[in-house]
């Protein structure tokens, strides 16, 4: 079974930056496919970024230019480096895996409890 433990969130003023981290355990390697997803007050959960063991990304539009998604293998952690952050990017950010396709659709097997970023304007 696979754990995911977000941490890194908080609140920051528009403009700011935040580096979310997802630790991952219970298997010997990471899954091929990790990402970010994040879920707003009275809104659906949208996908952030996802990424393979290849390098290939999916970014949200929302988020290009902006947000990188990066990991470190040799400690199983994923990371979201988030810049020019806006009161829209407000939201419970979550760390997700699978094993095979990568993109939006998943489906997402594995998921963590989430960490909560807040915007202000």
């Known amino acids: 079974q696979v754990q995911l433990v977000e941490s890194g969130g908080g609140s920051v003023q528009a403009g700011g930056s935040l580096t979310l981290s997802c630790a991952a355990s219970g298997y010997g390697y990471m899954p091929n496919c990790m990402g970010w997803f994040r879920q707003a007050p009275g809104k659906e959960r949208e996908g952030v970024v996802v990424?393979?063991?290849?390098?290939?990304?999916q970014y949200a539009d929302s988020v290009k230019g902006r947000f990188t998604i990066s990991k470190d293998s040799a400690k199983n952690t994923l990371f979201l480096q988030m810049n020019s952050l806006k009161p829209e990017d407000t939201a419970m950010y979550y760390c997700?895996?699978?094993?095979?396709?990568?993109?939006?659709?998943?489906?997402?097997?594995?998921w963590g409890q989430g960490t909560e970023v807040t915007v202000s304007s």
């Open positions: 990424a393979d063991n290849t390098g290939s990304t």
């Open positions: 997700a895996a699978r094993n095979g396709y990568c993109e939006f659709s998943g489906p997402f097997h594995y």
